[in-house]
């Protein structure tokens, strides 16, 4: 598959040959620019290859109802704005005829009840203009929780790279896991440890695909994907110093 952007010179994508199997969680990693985020939009069809086909359940998605294929998918953008005047409403957009329990339900499965249970109002704390006031780490949980309350089977997920507290950062994780554990999942991790948990890494490089396998696989590989660990866990150790 291939894919350039409308008047660019050279290919976002190219070559790049994936095939998903149902219920595998698979982490696209790499640098800025390398073409992870433009992976996305094309399962997401935001965009259609310049040559080759995405396929879901082998058929190419020109020739799926959007409709249809857009409720199967769940969406988690990188920085997820929240919709809605609480917190509450923000779990339910996307299902707006979604009950109390429904909502209720999603953030214990994701793991996000306790998080809102300490906020002032519970479901009812004021969500604001992109979530104003609440952390980083409390955004991206409703968002996990929103996306859990959708049900879809294929997850597309854009981690965010704002850095999260330590605390944070783990219940994220914890979410991240609920939430993929069943699905079809394609994740651009950031964060390495999200990487590291998944079934299979993805390395991108310019476009294309330069290393596949599993978090020890690679790091056995000792390539791209084991510089970018050593580099990640060193900015841990530096962090936690
Ligand atoms: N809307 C766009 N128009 C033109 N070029 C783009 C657009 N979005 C991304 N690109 C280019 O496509 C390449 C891949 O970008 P992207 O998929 O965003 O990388 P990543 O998510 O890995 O950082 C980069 O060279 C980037 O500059
Ligand atoms: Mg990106």
């Known amino acids: 598959m291939h894919f350039a952007y409308n008047g660019a010179e050279t290919e976002a994508l190219s070559g790049v040959s994936l095939r998903i199997a149902p219920g595998e969680t698979v982490a696209l990693v790499g640098e800025t620019g390398a073409g992870k985020s433009t992976a996305m939009k094309l399962v997401a069809r935001f965009y259609d290859p310049t040559a080759g086909a995405v396929r879901v ?111 944070s950062e783990a219940a994220v994780n914890r979410a991240t896991d609920a939430l993929t554990r069943r699905r079809t999942t394609l994740v651009v991790a950031h964060r390495l440890t999200t990487a590291s948990r998944a079934d299979r890494i993805i390395v991108l490089d310019g476009g294309r695909i330069v290393e596949e396998g599993t978090h020890d696989q690679l790091l056995d590989l000792d390539g791209r994907y084991a510089q970018l660990w050593d580099a990640f866990t060193g900015m841990y150790d530096k962090r936690s110093a």
Do not use: C, K, W
């Open 57 to 167: 359940d082998g058929v190419d998605l020109r020739e799926l109802d959007m409709a249809g294929y857009r409720q199967r998918l769940g969406l988690v953008p990188q920085e997820p704005y929240l919709f809605g005047s609480t917190v509450g409403e923000a779990i339910a957009y996307g299902r707006p005829d979604a009950t109390a329990e429904a909502i209720a339900q999603a953030a214990r499965a994701v793991g996000a009840a306790r998080m809102i249970a300490s906020l002032a109002g519970g479901y009812d704390h004021p969500v604001g203009e992109r979530g104003r006031g609440l952390s980083a780490g409390q955004r991206q949980l409703i968002a996990l929780a929103r996306a859990e309350l959708v049900n879809p089977d294929i997850l597309l997920l854009d981690e965010a790279t704002a850095a999260l507290d330590v605390a």
